[in-house]
């Protein structure tokens, strides 16, 4: 099965400490992402990859930082810097050169406490 | 900065209505555009790209008017299932894509 995963679903921690959001994808795709998604609000790009090693901040990079080590993997780092971290991470990738349909994992759900 | 506006909804319909969601962008050089379907607490998921020409999938037709950069989508005899968030997206260039906050439907027996 093709297809991009996210880990783990739901993820609690406390004010202060680091945390990374795992997202693996099996589907040969060059371009990874990750998104952050509040309530009633819409997707908010924080990075972007579109080659190993190389990535790109979106509208809201801060205090997040990521690695792309491997073109399977594109974990995000949500540092104690930033301010409001409780939200929804989605995860996506496309080909690319091939297109702009990006295709998401499940995501996971972050929660300060 | 609002660069895909939606309707805010939420729209209520009955089985079987035709509902009519629209989107406009601001950016004129934009290229692509989609709809994706998102249910509640989950991820989105690609319903249909939408073409110059217009296009149809089943009961779902989407359209694009260029020069107003305005994107529609109509789902024809809704069905309980239909019931939704629905984005509305636009590439942004340098690869990335821009998305609506997105319009929830509920369709009710």
């Known amino acids: 099965d093709g297809g991009i995963t996210q880990s783990p679903k739901y993820l609690f921690r406390k004010e202060g400490q680091n945390v990374t959001l795992s997202c693996e994808q099996n589907?040969?795709?060059?371009?990874m992402y990750w998104y952050r998604q509040d309530p009633g609000q819409g997707l908010r790009l924080i990075y972007y990859s579109q080659i190993v090693n190389d990535f790109q901040k979106g509208d809201i990079a801060e205090g997040y930082s990521v690695s792309r080590e491997k073109k399977e993997s594109f974990p995000l780092t949500v540092t104690s810097a930033q301010k409001n971290p409780t939200a929804f991470y989605l995860c996506?990738?496309?080909?690319?050169?091939?297109?702009?349909?990006?295709?998401f994992g499940p995501g996971t759900r972050l929660t300060v406490l | 900065r609002k660069e895909v506006e939606q309707d805010p909804g939420p729209f209520n319909v009955p089985e079987g209505a035709t509902v009519a969601f629209n989107c406009t962008y601001s950016?004129?050089?934009?290229?692509?555009f989609f709809w994706y379907r998102q249910d509640c607490r989950k991820e989105p998921k690609l319903l249909m790209s939408?073409?110059?020409s217009g296009n149809e999938d089943g009961r779902f037709t989407a359209q694009l008017n260029r020069a107003s950069q305005y994107i529609s989508l109509l789902i024809r005899d809704s069905k309980l299932s239909d019931s939704a968030t629905y984005l509305c997206v636009v590439n942004g260039g340098y690869s990335t894509l821009t998305f609506g906050k997105g319009t929830m439907l509920l369709v009710s027996p």
């Open positions: 589907l040969n795709h060059d371009a």
């Open positions: 939408v073409y110059s």
């Open positions: 996506a990738s496309k080909e690319d050169p091939g297109g702009d349909t990006q295709y």
């Open positions: 950016n004129s050089a934009s290229q692509s």
